[in-house]
């Protein structure tokens, strides 16, 4: 089915967006306060509990003690920002280590990425 034929028809269920990611953690309060140090808002939970949600946005970014393999790469959460230039300098006046310093795309973004503590990447972004 083409992307055109997909639209003409009303009576299909479709995307419209991304609720929330959740994201696994061996250790909830280093979590919470890596989130935290972002600027991130709890909305549920919180360290001494076995789920935590944030509000990302419209969106939501959870994080949940339950564990089942040795977390390993997946991927990455790409996550638009304000300013992305700024948000790199918040992030390392709180400590925190990007990957890299902010830097254009030849997809048109300007990014970076920052590894969360147990290992979920994360690419903080903005169009250009």
């Known amino acids: 089915m083409t992307n055109d034929s997909m639209e003409e028809s009303s009576d299909e269920a479709r ?5 929330a990611i959740t994201l696994a953690t061996n250790d909830m309060p280093r979590a919470v306060r890596f989130y935290e140090a972002l600027g991130f808002r709890i909305v549920h939970g919180g360290a001494n509990e076995a789920f935590t949600s944030f509000a990302l946005g419209s969106s939501f970014l959870n994080l949940t003690s339950e564990t089942h393999d040795p977390i390993r790469f997946w991927g990455r959460v790409i996550i638009h920002v304000s300013d992305v230039d700024a948000f790199y300098r918040k992030a ?9 310093a902010p830097r254009d795309a030849p997809w048109n973004e300007r990014y970076f990425h920052l590894t969360d503590p147990d290992g979920h990447e994360l690419s903080f972004a903005r169009p250009l």
């Open 92 to 100: 390392v006046a709180h400590g925190l280590e990007p990957q890299f």
């Open 15 to 19: 995307v419209e967006s991304v609720s």
